[in-house]
C-alpha cells in the first residue's frame, strides 16, 4: 500500500511540475517601435450591419502587418467585433468614440 501511495505521489509530482511555464517557449507579445505592444488579433471577415453607437465603449485598430486593415470595436458587454475602416458608419463610430 505505501509503495502504491508513493509511486501515485511521484507521479502527481511530475505532472505538476511538467505542467509549469517553460519561460524558453512563453509567447511574447510583439511591440512597436515604440515599446507599445500590438493588437494580437487581425480581422478576416468584417461584421456586415451598423453598430449602435449605445453598445460601443471603445475600438482599436488591427496592427499593419495584417493582411487586411480592420478596426476592432469593444462593446459594453466586453465583446469584439471587427469592422471595415473604408464604411461610412464605422468611420462615424470612430469620431464618435474618439475623445474630443
Given at each position: 500500500?505505501?509503495?502504491v501511495?508513493?509511486?501515485?505521489?511521484?507521479?502527481v509530482?511530475v505532472?505538476?511540475a511538467?505542467?509549469?511555464?517553460?519561460?524558453?517557449?512563453?509567447?511574447?507579445q510583439?511591440?512597436?517601435?515604440y515599446?507599445?505592444?500590438w493588437?494580437l488579433?487581425?480581422?478576416?471577415?468584417?461584421?456586415?450591419?451598423?453598430?449602435?453607437?449605445?453598445?460601443?465603449?471603445?475600438?482599436?485598430?488591427t496592427?499593419s502587418?495584417?493582411?487586411?486593415?480592420?478596426v476592432?470595436?469593444?462593446?459594453?458587454?466586453?465583446?469584439?467585433?471587427?469592422a471595415?475602416?473604408?464604411?461610412k458608419?464605422v468611420?462615424?463610430r470612430i469620431?464618435d468614440?474618439?475623445?474630443?
Amino acid at each position: 500500500m505505501k509503495a502504491v501511495l508513493t509511486f501515485l505521489l511521484l507521479v502527481v509530482s511530475v505532472a505538476l511540475a511538467a505542467g509549469g511555464p517553460n519561460p524558453a517557449t512563453e509567447l511574447t507579445q510583439p511591440k512597436d517601435q515604440y515599446g507599445e505592444p500590438w493588437p494580437l488579433y487581425c480581422c478576416f471577415d468584417f461584421t456586415h450591419r451598423a453598430l449602435p453607437l449605445k453598445i460601443l465603449k471603445s475600438f482599436y485598430y488591427t496592427n499593419s502587418n495584417c493582411s487586411k486593415p480592420g478596426v476592432i470595436f469593444i462593446t459594453k458587454q466586453d465583446k469584439e467585433i471587427c469592422a471595415d475602416p473604408s464604411e461610412k458608419w464605422v468611420q462615424d463610430r470612430i469620431r464618435d468614440l474618439s475623445p474630443p
